[in-house]
């Protein structure tokens, strides 16, 4: 079975630093889809970001950024230059053609002033 | 992206009542889906909604427990039955991006509080 993990159920950044979320995944699937969502406070699930897996270049949105080892199954997010506004539940997640998409269980991250 | 409205966006309900749920996108999709994301957790999906087709539940969710509508390809309902404290979540619809279609794009949510 397809299961997603996210070891830090939290992490703090100092605003304007750079971080990085991890996330590693078990699957026997050779071409599937990963995401990172982002659920702030007002609790809308947003998509920071997706990455398809026959594709070995790594997915960029401005400042998010992916480490996709496809290998070792990891997935990290990179944050660059945080900003307050990047604080929130961050979800990793997992979808091959046609089956629902796996949820990790998040990484709360606070960015500090 | 799609833009996706639910309504009500948050609710206090009363034990052994029911909540209807009302998603509705901007564009046409052809499939939606129902999330429960419990206090503090990770989304389970609830179900899958074909607009003229039975909604396609997941393990451990059933229709009367959670009856979804999916009357044309812009608008579905889930409606919380017979509540119970144990139903305060927050219910989420999403749609299938129409470019993407691996990529689902969500609503703002509803927060049910049962008492």
């Known amino acids: 079975a397809q299961t997603v993990t996210q070891s830090q159920p939290e992490m703090s950044v100092q605003e304007a630093e750079t971080v990085t979320l991890s996330c590693t995944y078990d699957t026997s699937e050779s071409d599937y889809y990963l995401f990172w969502y982002k659920q702030p406070p007002s609790r809308q699930m947003i998509l920071v970001i997706r990455q398809e897996a026959y594709k070995q270049q790594n997915a960029t949105e401005n400042r998010f950024s992916v480490n996709f080892q496809k290998a070792a199954k990891s997935f990290s997010l990179k944050i660059s230059d945080s900003q307050l506004g990047d604080a929130a539940m961050y979800f990793c997640?997992?979808?091959?053609?046609?089956?629902?998409?796996?949820f990790g269980k998040g990484t709360r991250l606070h960015i500090l002033p | 992206s799609a833009v996706i409205s639910q309504k009500p966006s948050r609710d206090i309900c009363q034990r052994g009542t029911s909540l209807t749920i009302q998603c509705q996108v901007d564009s046409q999709v052809t499939m939606m889906f129902w999330y429960r994301q419990q206090p503090g957790q990770s989304l389970t999906l609830i179900a899958t909604?074909?607009?003229?087709?039975?909604?396609?539940?997941e393990s451990g969710f059933v229709i009367d427990k959670f009856p979804i509508s999916r009357p044309n390809l812009t608008f579905s309902t889930l409606t919380v039955s017979n509540m119970s404290p144990e139903d305060s979540s927050i219910y989420l619809c999403?749609?299938?991006?129409?470019?993407?279609?691996?990529?689902?794009?969500f609503g703002p949510g509803t927060r049910l509080l049962v008492l």
């Open positions: 909604a074909n607009q003229g087709s039975e909604a396609t539940y």
């Open positions: 997640a997992y979808r091959i053609r046609d089956d629902k998409i796996i």
């Open positions: 999403s749609v299938e991006a129409r470019l993407y279609q691996e990529t689902q794009y």
